[in-house]
């Protein structure tokens, strides 16, 4: 079964520092997604990716954020400055078509920030 | 803003027994998506639904789509302690998902 897989698992990292989330979609998807979720909370969007642009991007995603397809394969979530309420599960997701195609997400990254 | 409202919040229940759980909208959405997700994993597609008034099965899980594209069920027949877990329902339009709370749940042996 054919599945999104993401990198690292598990990243700690200062106050004000860069992270970037990697992300390997299954290969013949076309849209790309990051959503998160903040400990005990629901999952929350934070954008789409179709064509090599950005689809839809909800208010959390602030010009902190940017996302990037660098090569056929890979997606990154690149954070600039985090803060600590950036600390959650940040989940890739890629899907063959629209919203009424079903998404695969991977396993997360879990991003604690102190 | 697009909330889906999922109810109940928990659910604990013995082996065997019937379950429907419920997700509520009052927006319209192109799709209605159920995960399953366990703890510290990404969620699981169960199923899409796409048309008002769709059913769709799925062993002992039948998911349902309200005539109006808002609302949504689930219900699981003779449930085992294997269904134990995070449902979550999530509405599609515009390039992106919203996710409920999820309801929690837990049948014990």
């Known amino acids: 079964e054919p599945e999104v897989t993401q990198t690292p698992s598990h990243q700690v990292t200062q106050m004000g520092q860069e992270v970037i989330l990697r992300c390997v979609p299954i290969s013949n998807h076309l849209y790309f997604y990051w959503y998160r979720q903040i400990l005990g909370q629901k999952v929350e969007f934070l954008v789409s990716?179709?064509?090599?642009?950005?689809?839809?991007k909800s208010e959390i995603f602030d010009d902190q954020f940017s996302v990037e397809r660098p090569d056929g394969s890979n997606f990154t979530l690149k954070i600039r400055s985090t803060k600590l309420e950036d600390s959650a599960m940040y989940f890739c997701?890629?899907?063959?078509?629209?919203?009424?195609?079903?998404?695969?997400f991977g396993s997360g990254t879990r991003l604690t920030v102190v | 803003t697009q909330l889906l409202e999922q109810s109940p919040q928990f659910l604990s229940i013995q082996e065997g027994e019937n379950l429907t759980v419920y997700c509520n909208s009052s927006s319209v959405f192109s799709s209605l998506q159920w995960y399953r997700q366990e703890p510290g994993e990404g969620p699981v597609l169960l199923v899409t639904?796409?048309?008002?008034?769709e059913v769709k099965k799925l062993k002992r899980l039948t998911f349902q789509f309200g005539d109006a594209r808002k609302d949504s069920s689930l219900h699981i027949t003779a449930a085992q302690p294997g269904d134990t877990g995070l449902y979550l329902c999530?509405?599609?339009?515009?390039?992106?998902?919203?996710f409920g709370k999820g309801t929690l749940l837990t049948v014990n042996p």
């Open positions: 999530a509405g599609g339009s515009n390039y992106k998902l919203t």
């Open positions: 639904v796409v048309t008002g008034g």
């Open positions: 997701a890629s899907s063959g078509g629209t919203e009424i195609y079903g998404y695969t």
């Open positions: 990716f179709y064509n090599n642009e950005i689809s839809e």
